[in-house]
């Protein structure tokens, strides 16, 4: 669950011809049968031949692959080719472990059209939403190569001559355990700061999508990282278990569902492991009468639609000033209704399609249960077949605003993970305040007013660890991005997840005797 970086350069807005490689793949007429597991420099196949998984491609409903997970023994394996590429990584400086990484962003810049066109394949959002998050992946890795030569200690100057300083040093094979909103991007966020940090990396991600994790560990080898420093294991829940249990596993790394991260954090306590993890939201936006209308309306449309509704920070609880409702809906649900859905692979595609068939019957359901507790479907809410025959089996459905929604309503307690927005009314700051904290989340949150002492005023009570005013869904890697409560625990991107990626020790030195009471 991540967001799209939107602060990218130009030319990520220029429109590219789709290969025909993806477009053939996209028809699912080509069999992915390499292995998607990667360890000590290759890719390497599962030994598991009888419990295979079929892996989906979303704009068809086809089969893309089977993922054979990878059992206790092949994540040992691939724990150690990190343990064994931890040494001399952890021993090159700052400045010669940037040069690799720099190399691995060139390489990312170079094959953008190919990893964006596997990443809409494998995952179903469009391709301009995937060409950005390809984007946002180089730049993450470009960010952490330039502050890996500035991590350094403190020197602290004590009586009589004697002193002490710290040393910021790594921690080991870090885990990293992605989700399937944003295959590639979540392995970069995960990667780069640990690799800067003088880590080595084990990385499995969601089995829905594990077609795009093995082409970054390839672009690191090429790239001359030492063979093991980035894998990649694919399974489920036991090869995630697996991982976090592994005595030489220093610390984990997590982006899904609460209740997924809260059985991570279990079983990382049993060795006492650092974790890093990013969960689940049910943020608020509010838009104040004296809003920019035009600017409210792209922001919610931006807080609930991309990829799908599928973005883990979406602000799904619009929460509207009651004497410009009318007029914000009525705006909401005509572009809502302009969206263009169908092939991700078209450049006029807006909106593709939802990960999977479960995942789209759940979304469904609970628009069915926002009408039977009383919320209006102003527009959406349905499936929808393209008119391409190819892609009728796809996991698609219109984008729904429901009104006359309640705090009390499932669909706005609950996250739904879909292309779903619950518009709410409120007459005053102070109430309004009142109910978007109501909430065991505290991911994101947003603000739209004119009146900037209002902007901060509700800002700093909001309690949410990523704000926006007058924006949304902005992520820009410079930035540290995380929640508040159960939304999780500690921060990707920005200078501060250096802390989550290393540890400190202090030394102190005497200069004189010992003074000592013995």
Request: hydrophobic share 40%.
């Amino acid at each position: 669950m991540m967001l799209l970086r939107l602060a990218v350069s130009p030319r990520s807005r220029v429109a590219a011809p789709l290969s025909a490689a993806a477009r053939t793949l996209s028809s699912g007429s080509v069999d992915i049968s390499v292995p998607l597991n990667f360890w000590a420099g290759q890719r390497r196949t599962s030994r598991d031949k009888c419990n295979k998984e079929n892996v989906y491609e979303p704009a068809t409903g086809r089969v893309l692959c089977h993922l054979g997970p990878c059992g206790a023994a092949e994540v040992d394996q691939a724990v150690k080719a990190a343990k064994l590429a931890f040494e001399p990584w952890s021993k090159l400086s700052g400045m010669e472990r940037a040069r690799v990484m720099i190399e691995a962003a060139h390489i990312i810049e170079s094959r953008r059209e190919e990893i964006a066109e596997t990443e809409v394949v494998n995952n179903g959002k469009s391709i301009t939403e995937a060409r950005l998050d390809v984007d946002s992946a180089r730049l993450c890795i470009e960010y952490y190569a330039g502050l890996a030569s500035t991590l350094a200690g403190q020197h602290v100057q004590l009586p009589g001559g004697s002193f002490a300083y710290t040393r910021r040093e790594p921690l080991g094979v870090c885990a990293g355990i992605g989700a399937w909103n944003y295959p590639f991007q979540i392995a970069a966020w995960k990667s780069a700061p640990a690799l800067a940090c003088g880590n080595s990396m084990v990385f499995k991600p969601s089995p829905v999508t594990p077609v795009t994790a093995v082409l970054l560990a390839e672009i690191y080898m090429q790239a001359g990282a030492p063979e093991g420093l980035f894998n990649v294991v694919q399974g489920g829940q036991e090869t995630g278990s697996f991982l976090c249990h592994h005595p030489d596993v220093a610390k984990v790394s997590f982006t899904g569902s609460i209740p997924t991260g809260q059985k991570i954090m279990e079983m990382a306590s049993k060795g006492v492991k650092p974790v890093t993890l990013e969960l689940g939201g049910k943020s608020p936006l509010i838009i104040f009468q004296d809003s920019d209308l035009e600017n409210a309306v792209r922001g919610a449309l931006m807080a609930n639609f991309l990829s799908q509704g599928q973005v883990c920070s979406n602000g799904t609880r619009v929460f509207v000033q009651r004497e410009i409702l009318s007029e914000f809906v009525e705006e909401v649900v005509r572009r809502t209704q302009a969206i263009a859905i169908g092939d991700p692979l078209l450049e006029s595609t807006r909106m593709g399609a939802l990960v999977s068939r479960p995942h789209l019957e759940k979304v469904l359901y609970f628009v069915e249960k926002a009408k039977e507790e009383g919320a209006t479907v102003l527009c959406g809410g349905e499936r929808f077949v393209p008119a391409d025959p190819t892609l009728r089996g796809g996991y698609y459905m219109t984008p729904c605003v429901l009104g006359d929604c309640t705090d009390e309503m499932t669909c706005v307690k609950e996250e739904i993970f879909g292309p779903v927005m619950s518009v709410l009314s409120f007459e005053t700051e102070e109430e309004v305040l009142q109910r978007a904290n109501d909430t065991t989340m505290g991911l994101a949150a947003g603000v739209f007013t004119r009146d900037v002492a209002r902007a901060h005023r509700v800002v700093e009570q909001l309690k949410a660890g990523s704000c926006f005013i007058n924006n949304y869904n902005i992520t820009p890697v410079e930035v540290p991005f995380g929640g508040f409560k159960m939304s999780g625990i500690g921060r990707e991107n920005g200078q501060v997840t250096v802390e989550y990626y290393s540890q400190l020790k202090t030394v102190f030195v005497e200069m004189g005797d010992v003074d000592s009471l013995f």
